[in-house]
């Protein structure tokens, strides 16, 4: 199965602050076919990202998915209060399915 | 706008069955499409895919893990269920329910998950 490692495991940064946030796999993910989540507590994971750089409906033009094969990246242009959460990517390209063990993003 | 509830027990004694149910709202599970899915999140760990469901009852598993899960779909109910023989503390996490497309296998919506915990 594809191994997804996100990097870094937390980042700390304040509100207006660009945020890059990586996923690496351990093989390549065929057709680019990984999306990222956003995770806040006690709410329903949101899609963010579809097809490695595909917005999902209603997502902020500040969030944007790039990479292809084994290295992935969401960009975060300029941090709102309201971004600061736990972000997942996931592979689909192959079975199983995977994700990634997360990147919390907090408030420095 | 579809939205996933997941219902179930929060606490399950060691050896028994885990019963989950996700009611979907706002669409219908028999429109086809997608497949209704299952995720869970141990305690400080990644997301792991347990499996899916069609709307025809066709199932498909994550083959990773050892099969002690079961699928099932109500479309009368528009539900579906999630059932994991023998516990253990091993099974206890966050269970989530999702909704992915037939071909491109992302999931949106999810559910807000259910903790469930397993211990006597």
């Known amino acids: 199965e594809i191994v997804l490692t996100q990097s870094p495991g937390t980042l700390s940064l304040s509100p207006g602050e660009r945020a890059t946030l990586s996923c690496r796999a351990s093989?390549?993910?065929?057709?680019?076919?990984l999306a990222w989540y956003q995770r806040k507590p006690g709410q329903a994971p949101r899609l963010l990202i579809y097809?490695?750089?595909s917005r999902a409906t209603g997502i902020p033009d500040r969030f944007s998915g790039s990479g292809s094969g084994t290295d992935f990246t969401l960009t975060i242009s300029r941090l709102e209060p309201e971004d600061f959460a736990v972000y997942y990517c996931?592979?689909?390209?192959?079975?199983?399915?995977?994700f990634g063990q997360g990147t919390r993003l907090e408030i420095k | 706008q579809v939205q996933l509830q997941e219902s179930g027990p929060g606490l399950v004694k060691p050896s028994q069955t885990l019963s989950l149910t996700c009611t979907v709202s706002?669409?219908?599970?028999?429109?086809?499409?997608?497949?209704w899915s299952w995720i869970r999140q141990h305690p400080g760990k990644g997301l792991e895919w347990i499996g899916y469901?069609?709307?025809?009852?066709?199932?498909y598993y994550n083959p990773s893990l050892k099969s002690r899960f079961t699928i099932s779909v109500d479309t009368s109910k528009n539900q579906f269920s999630l059932k994991l023989s023998s516990v253990t503390a091993a099974d206890t996490a966050v269970y989530y329910c999702?909704?992915?497309?037939?071909?491109?296998?992302?999931?949106?919506?999810w559910g807000q998950g259910t903790l469930v915990t397993v211990s006597s």
């Open positions: 999702a909704r992915c497309g037939y071909i491109f296998n992302w999931f949106d919506p």
């Open positions: 706002g669409g219908s599970i028999s429109s086809g499409g997608y497949y």
């Open positions: 093989q390549s993910v065929s057709s680019s076919y």
């Open positions: 097809g490695a750089s």
């Open positions: 996931q592979q689909y390209g192959s079975s199983p399915i995977t």
């Open positions: 469901i069609s709307y025809s009852g066709s199932t």
